[in-house]
């Protein structure tokens, strides 16, 4: 019993270095394309930060109701002010994981757990608006019945719907919202532009809710397994290859094999090179 507990701890501690340096190698990927795009990045001050995103932070207030100043807060607080890693390499400014439904690329850092799969986004402008569809759910949606100007009862209500564990989250929202004056981006709304606004909203979130469970669950890889491999092929295809036996032999799952070497369905052949974990 004890040399199979070990055989078993061994084998997993194999199989964990091995997501590891996938793991690795696909977050160096990231960061080199990151940092070419952004060739000129400087780290931001919160007051660079506020000016930077307070217009997407408006408009999404402007088409959903979240005000502009939780938004912008929340940003600070999840982002480092647009300096943490996930942010500068990711777009990823308010630490949504990858789901079920995230067919996009994957950043993965330590968080809840080693290896936490975060959402990689094109731009910042992109994970505010994600920011937006990600509280689009009933567990919120008692928020988007308030005034979108609102920001004390938004800071309370959002903890209190369970978006942060931190007792004093609210606490922090509405100062960081009064020392910036970020309520001077929240606008009012006339009753029929509410009543409006809560018809769409309500509508979206209602047709959300069967689906909620597999769209807001974090997964460990999304479904595309989109893993950017570096590595150069190290293994030739043979006569009598297929992508079950060869992922078989290296221990590795087929939607590894395939992530690993960008292979669709159509199967592999004879003298193709593949990248396989040794």
């Not at 696909?26 to 007051?47: M, R, V």
């Not at 207030?61 to 807060?73: K, Q, R």
């Not at 959300?208 to 807001?216: A, G, L």
């Not at 590795?252 to 292979?263: G, I, R, S």
Request: charged share 30%; hydrophobic share 30%.
């Amino acid at each position: 019993m004890k040399k199979l507990l070990l055989s078993l701890t061994i084998t997993l501690l194999i199989f964990s270095g091995c997501k590891t340096r996938k793991y690795h190698r696909n977050n160096k990927q990231i960061e080199k394309e990151a940092s070419k795009a952004n060739a000129n990045f400087k780290d931001y001050t919160t007051l660079s930060y506020i000016a930077a995103f307070k217009g997407v932070a408006i408009e999404e207030m402007n088409t959903y109701g979240v005000p502009a100043s939780i938004t912008l807060a929340q940003g600070i607080i999840e982002s480092g002010s647009g300096n943490s890693s996930l942010a500068k390499f990711a777009n990823n400014h308010f630490g949504i994981k990858c789901t079920s439904e995230w067919k996009g690329k994957a950043y993965y850092k330590d968080d809840d757990k080693s290896n936490d799969c975060f959402r990689v986004y094109k731009d910042a402008r992109e994970s505010y608006k994600d920011h937006s569809e990600f509280l689009k759910r009933k567990r919120y949606s008692a928020l988007f019945e308030l005034d979108k100007n609102d920001y004390v009862n938004w800071a309370k209500g959002l903890k209190q719907a369970g978006y942060a564990t931190n007792p004093r989250y609210p606490e922090m929202l509405i100062n960081l919202i009064e020392k910036y004056q970020l309520h001077q981006y929240d606008q009012p709304e006339s009753e029929p532009e509410k009543i409006r606004r809560e018809d769409r909203v309500f509508t979206e979130i209602n047709a959300n809710i069967p689906k909620e469970t597999k769209k807001f669950q974090p997964v460990a890889q999304p479904p595309s397994k989109q893993i950017i491999n570096t590595t150069e092929p190290n293994y030739t295809v043979e006569k009598g290859d297929t992508l079950y036996n060869i992922a078989k032999r290296f221990n590795m799952t087929v939607d590894e094999l395939k992530a690993l070497n960008n292979l669709n369905d159509e199967g592999i052949k004879i003298g193709q090179k593949l990248v396989v974990v040794k």
